[in-house]
């Protein structure tokens, strides 16, 4: 699933064209390098994407084959560490 499509489904960021400029606008990284959001994620990746001054790390679980309900968002994803970009 592409990077774009899978903050959108996941619910991490809420329009896909808003997950799209995050990631043209380089504050979304992959295992530690900047992302494009054509880029296809898998379980197992680590996501940290900027927003503002605050950043948030997550560590994908599974990919989904499609949309999932609101109440399943959170189960695609752990996160790992939130709070103040370090400057």
Known sequence: M??????KV???IKRRSVAGDACSGG???INGKSAKSAKIVKAGDI???AFGDNSFKVR???VPQGN???AQ???LYQV???GKLEN
């Not at 592409?2 to 903050?7: A, N, P």
């Open 2 to 7: 592409r990077l774009d499509k899978f903050l």
């Open 10 to 12: 996941s619910r991490i």
């Open 27 to 29: 504050r979304v990284s």
């Open 47 to 49: 996501l940290e994407i």
């Open 60 to 62: 994908i679980l599974q």
């Open 68 to 70: 999932v309900d609101k």
């Open 73 to 75: 968002a959170d189960s």
């Open 80 to 82: 790992i560490a939130e």
